[in-house]
């Protein structure tokens, strides 16, 4: 018997440690760009059916256990679960929606804070790692959305388990990665949309509200300050929350920093490296020790696995912790710069795309498009 599941029970299933074979069934240049964790990959194509090769691969790797089998929207692991069940499968799940769904996926994460007023939610789009979040104040149960991506509900959601309406929304930067969903929530909900005041440097045609470095954005008795912090692009803000929390977009991770060429170029990659080391030296690293640091991202292998922590928990490091352990910090300026440009990795997929997008120039209206654009982990790290 064929059944279907969604995205979010196979991550419960994984989670739980289930014992089942997850078999995709997506070409092997796709799977290998991106896959869910310990999936194995069979090639199938419903025209031409399961030859005796084929099965005579899935029997070995099935060994007795559950299937459930994905691919990319759910089109082509419906038939080879049929096929599966004609050939005796008893017990074969198909995901709704492939990747695509499993794309989309996110878990609300409660911050420990200092303050019984301040309230913070990390949003971790499970599959990217994009990481987002809820800020604010529970006396006045008010918040501000910062790098909200595509899927505005799930904020909207995790605000109003917290408690709170969402009164305005802020970007760190013109995304590369993904598209953003900070101007439609906006949009949606009537509140303000801001991003720092040198995004007028990248024509960005949307409408919002400029921030200045050093502009105080307050949600009750919660003071977020704006700290102008260029490199990984030019507009770069990290959002300082309460002086105890710093949201540092692609400035700085738990493992490394942003790249700088998404938006500088190759030409052009060391000033913006040389801006970054200065961002990181000059304001991030005047902090306390112990100012916990909150990314815009974590990152996720092609294999689907987090390189730190795991779905479901808070991503974040201390300061102090990463002024000791991350080796991008203790680099001189001459070896940061050369660092950042010499071993670049693979860029995002369609980021010229996106950026377009993200900047206003460009529109996709259709999901189905905008989420092949999104398709893959983010790789804005250097």
Known sequence: MVKNITAEQLADRIDAGDQFTLIDVRPEDSFEAWHVRDAENVPYDPDQGLSEDQLNEVNALVDGRPVVAICGKGLTSTPFGFELDEHGYEDVSVVTGGMEEWSKLYEAVPIETAS?????????????????????????????????????????????DAGLSISRVLDTHVHADHISGSPALADEIGVPYHLGDAASERSVEYEYEALSDGDI????????????????????????????LLLTGDTLFVDSVGRTELQFGEDDASRGAELLYDSLHETILDLPDDTMILPGHLTVTSDGRYEHGSPGESLKARLGDLRKELSFLGLDRDAFVERLTEDAPEKPPNYERVIAINTGKETVDDEGEATELELGPNNCAA
């Open 116 to 160: 019984d007023d301040l309230v913070v939610r990390q949003v971790q789009r499970r599959a990217k790692g994009c990481l987002g979040y809820i800020v604010g104040s529970k006396e006045a149960e008010e918040a501000i959305v910062v790098d909200a991506t595509r899927q505005t509900n799930q904020f909207k959601v995790a605000a109003q």
């Open 217 to 244: 954005v307050e949600v009750g008795d919660v003071e977020i300050e704006a700290l102008h912090t260029p490199g990984h692009t030019s507009e770069m803000m990290n959002y300082l929350v309460d002086g105890e």
